[in-house]
């Protein structure tokens, strides 16, 4: 893994990962909250990666230093971070924790790091090797522990396919925030994606593609209550603005393998704050479930051999 990037960069860049994973760990337990208390999972989406674009505009807007050439050159970039790794992830995240337990959504979500690989594979011919290939099935053995699915539980399908589809763009985050070829600053990209997807995502309220409900009625949480602006406040500056630039930063020192491993620590973070925030406590066979999923995803960054670096910026770190 210490290919991925130089030994001068690993240090800023795991702790820079570190916190983002803190940051969008507090996320699932905020945004239950509020969709308890009346918000549609689009509404708190849209108001978090809103107020998150513009908390991050004017420092995009000093770092561009009106070199709009760059932003025009990246806006697929821009387009495809915004509407798949932003608006797209955080709305099947919110929909799946609306359903089932936090955690449970995020140990789905965050099976992310063996998709890269499977892309990585498809899309660039680096194909896995056998530890790889062990890693990414103890990571699905976990999976079914977590979902408690040979117990006979009652599983909430539709939450399982919202959280399968936040892994979708959690991966596609992964590979986008590694991709720095054309000199886009990381602030520049998260303040363009966070902004585009919350657009995106009040037109498609606008047409009735998607719900969008918000109330100012006190958000509950376990043992206390706040008022309405907290959590959104939380959501937006905390939970994304701090989160996504970090991220972004972190993922350009790391690549986007190491950095979706570290990333990992999101899970035990949003365990905690989803224990703490809501009472929500995994079962016993969740947990192990848990450790195997994530012990697959180890696994699945140890079998990734070092490569050659190609074309592509975000292959480098491999």
């Not at 990246?74 to 995240?93: D, I, K, R, S």
């Not at 990414?136 to 999976?143: E, H, R, V």
């Not at 995106?200 to 409900?213: F, I, M, R, S």
Request: with cysteine; charged share 10%; glycine share 12%.
């Amino acid at each position: 893994m210490t290919h991925d990037r130089s030994a001068a960069r690993l240090g800023p860049g795991i702790g820079l990962a570190v916190l983002s994973a803190a940051s969008f760990g507090l996320s699932g337990p905020m945004g239950r909250g509020l969709m308890e208390a009346g918000w549609s999972s689009a509404a708190a989406v849209a108001v978090r990666v809103l107020l998150a674009g513009v908390v991050l505009l004017p420092a995009a807007l000093v770092q561009l230093r009106g070199d709009w050439r760059l932003v025009r050159r990246n806006l697929p970039l821009v387009t495809g971070y915004g509407l798949v790794a932003v608006a797209g992830c955080q709305l099947a995240y919110f929909n799946a924790v609306a359903r089932m337990d936090v955690g449970v959504a995020l140990l789905v979500e965050y099976t992310a790091p063996v998709a890269v690989v499977v892309w990585l594979w498809l899309r660039h011919g680096q194909r896995p090797g056998r530890l790889t290939v062990l890693g990414a099935a103890l990571a699905l053995g976990g999976l079914v522990l977590v979902l408690d699915l040979l117990s006979g539980a009652d599983v909430d399908t539709a939450g399982v396919l919202w959280a399968l589809g936040a892994m979708v763009g959690a991966a596609a985050y992964f590979v986008l925030s590694a991709h720095d070829r054309d000199g886009l600053p990381g602030t520049a990209l998260a303040a363009g994606g966070l902004l585009l997807g919350g657009v995106v995502l009040l037109l498609a309220g606008a047409l009735g593609v998607v719900p969008l409900t918000a109330t100012t009625r006190s958000v509950a949480f376990d043992g206390f209550t706040a008022p309405w602006w907290a959590p959104v406040l939380v959501l937006g500056v905390v939970t994304a603005a701090l989160g996504y630039v970090t991220g972004i930063a972190a993922t350009r020192r790391l690549g986007s393998r190491l950095a979706s491993f570290v990333a990992l620590t999101e899970v035990l973070m949003a365990l905690v704050f989803a224990w703490l925030l809501l009472a929500q406590a995994p079962r016993p066979v969740q947990l192990a479930g848990g450790v195997l999923t994530l012990l697959g995803v180890v696994t699945v960054r140890l079998g990734e051999r070092p490569t050659q670096t190609t074309g592509d910026s975000h292959i480098k770190e491999t």
